[in-house]
T-cell receptor, first 111, second 116 residues
Framework: QKEVEQDPGPLSVPEGAIVSLNCTYSNSAFQYFMWYRQYSRKGPELLMYTYSSGNKEDGRFTAQVDKSSKYISLFIRDSQPSDSATYLCAPAGDSSYKLIFGSGTRLLVRP | KAGVTQTPRYLIKTRGQQVTLSCSPISGHRSVSWYQQTPGQGLQFLFEYFSETQRNKGNFPGRFSGRQFSNSRSEMNVSTLELGDSALYLC???????????????FGQGTRLTVV
C-alpha cells in the first residue's frame, strides 16, 4: 500500500463548478497536511497548509482533514480555467524529515 | 521576498557524465530538500538538509549526492548519468525540517535535466 493515494484523474469540470480533490494516507503519525498546485513545466506552488483535523478556508479553496479516517480533501468553489493544473497532497510531520506526495490529480476546468 | 532559486533551469548531458544542480533557499530558511519528478513516478524524495546536515535520504543509488553550505545554499550531484535520470529536479526550502511544525515547503521552478 502506498503511503499516500490520490486519484490521478484527469478530472474535467465546467467553469463555475465545485471541485473536490481527495487523498488518503496510511501513516497515522502525519500531523500536518499541505496541498500544492503545479502548472505544466513549473514547480509546485503551496496552496494550503493545515494542522490536525478540521477545515481551513482561503478564498475559493477549502482544505479538510479527517485524521480518524486518514482522509484529506481540497474543495475549489467557482472553479476557473486558471485552476487547471495538477494538485498534489503532501502529509508530513512524522519525524521522517521528508515529504511524501500523492501522485497528483490533474484538473481541467472547461470555459 | 525572493523565492527559491534553482540553476540552471535546463540542462542536457550525455550518459556517463556528471552534473551539479544548485538551489538557493528563501532567505532565513535553513532546510533544503530535493525531489525528482518524472511522469511515471511522480515526486520522489531524494534528500533533506538542515543546518548543513543530511537528515534523511530517499531510496536512490549512491550516484545521487548532495550537500548544504553554511549559507543554506545546497547543491546536488549526479554522477555517471543514465538515461533514466532524465527528470525535473525540484528543490524546496522551509524554515525547519519537515518533521517539525512551521515547515511549509516552498519549491523552486526546478531544473529539467535531459540525459541523451
Amino acid at each position: 500500500q502506498k503511503e499516500v493515494e490520490q486519484d490521478p484523474g484527469p478530472l474535467s469540470v465546467p467553469e463555475g463548478a465545485i471541485v473536490s480533490l481527495n487523498c488518503t494516507y496510511s501513516n497515522s503519525a502525519f500531523q500536518y497536511f499541505m496541498w500544492y498546485r503545479q502548472y505544466s513545466r513549473k514547480g509546485p506552488e503551496l496552496l494550503m497548509y493545515t494542522y490536525s483535523s478540521g477545515n481551513k478556508e482561503d478564498g475559493r479553496f477549502t482544505a479538510q482533514v479527517d485524521k480518524s479516517s486518514k482522509y484529506i480533501s481540497l474543495f475549489i468553489r467557482d472553479s476557473q480555467p486558471s485552476d487547471s493544473a495538477t494538485y498534489l497532497c503532501a502529509p508530513a510531520g512524522d519525524s521522517s524529515y521528508k515529504l511524501i506526495f500523492g501522485s497528483g490529480t490533474r484538473l481541467l476546468v472547461r470555459p | 521576498k525572493a523565492g527559491v532559486t534553482q540553476t540552471p533551469r535546463y540542462l542536457i548531458k550525455t550518459r556517463g557524465q556528471q552534473v551539479t544542480l544548485s538551489c538557493s533557499p528563501i532567505s532565513g530558511h535553513r532546510s533544503v530538500s530535493w525531489y525528482q519528478q518524472t511522469p511515471g513516478q511522480g515526486l520522489q524524495f531524494l534528500f533533506e538538509y538542515f543546518s548543513e546536515t543530511q537528515r534523511n535520504k530517499g531510496n536512490f543509488p549512491g550516484r545521487f549526492s548532495g550537500r548544504q553550505f553554511s549559507n543554506s545554499r545546497s547543491e546536488m550531484n549526479v554522477s555517471t548519468l543514465e538515461l533514466g535520470d532524465s527528470a525535473l529536479y525540484l528543490c524546496a526550502s522551509s524554515l525547519a525540517p519537515h518533521g517539525d511544525m512551521n515547515t511549509e515547503a516552498f519549491f523552486g521552478q526546478g531544473t529539467r535535466l535531459t540525459v541523451v
